[in-house]
């Protein structure tokens, strides 16, 4: 009995193994999404260099390419984030919040892709033809505006204590 023990305890790592290999996993994906993160950058500044020094004559879509995989990325890891807790919580429960949560994380991103679909589409078309500015910007003005509110929903009740 005591030598099965033994061998169940050698075998299986501890809870402390287990939180250092937590903690080892958790600052691994932190690592990878921050070269990712500047992989995509600098990809992007390469091609927009490109493009503004005339050695191209690509599209504006084509060097925003980049930024919008990046982009995909986020709205992949955002829908993973759902199903799974989706799984572990009960949706029928409580639909509003979930509802109110996909809102919220998901409306940043799709109005940054819309900002720079219109500012590749201003930037590749003529300008007599091309979209006035003021429409141009909504998507940023919007963008800004929601991360003034939410900025100040969470700081507020710091400030006030």
């Not at 023990?5 to 939180?19: F, H």
């Not at 690509?58 to 829908?79: E, K, N, Q, R, T």
């Not at 590749?120 to 998507?139: E, G, H, K, T, V």
Request: aromatic residues 14%; positive net charge; proline residues 6%.
């Amino acid at each position: 009995m005591v030598q099965l023990l033994q061998k169940l305890s050698a075998s299986s790592p501890s809870l402390i193994g287990r939180r250092k290999h937590y903690k080892y996993k958790v600052r691994m994906a932190l690592l990878h999404r921050a070269l990712i993160a500047w992989f995509v950058a600098l990809v992007f500044l390469i091609l927009l260099v490109l493009q503004l020094d005339h050695r191209t004559q690509w599209s504006w879509f084509l060097v925003f390419i980049p930024i919008w995989f990046w982009d995909c990325l986020i709205i992949v890891l955002l829908a993973h984030h759902f199903i799974t807790l989706a799984r572990t919580q009960h949706l029928s429960s409580k639909p509003w919040y979930f509802l109110k949560k996909l809102v919220t994380l998901m409306s940043p991103i799709l109005l940054k892709i819309t900002f720079q679909c219109l500012i590749c589409q201003r930037l590749d078309n003529p300008p007599a033809s091309a979209i006035p500015l003021y429409y141009l910007f909504i998507p940023l003005w919007l963008l800004l505006a929601r991360g003034i509110v939410e900025i100040t929903r969470v700081l507020l009740p710091v400030f006030l204590e």
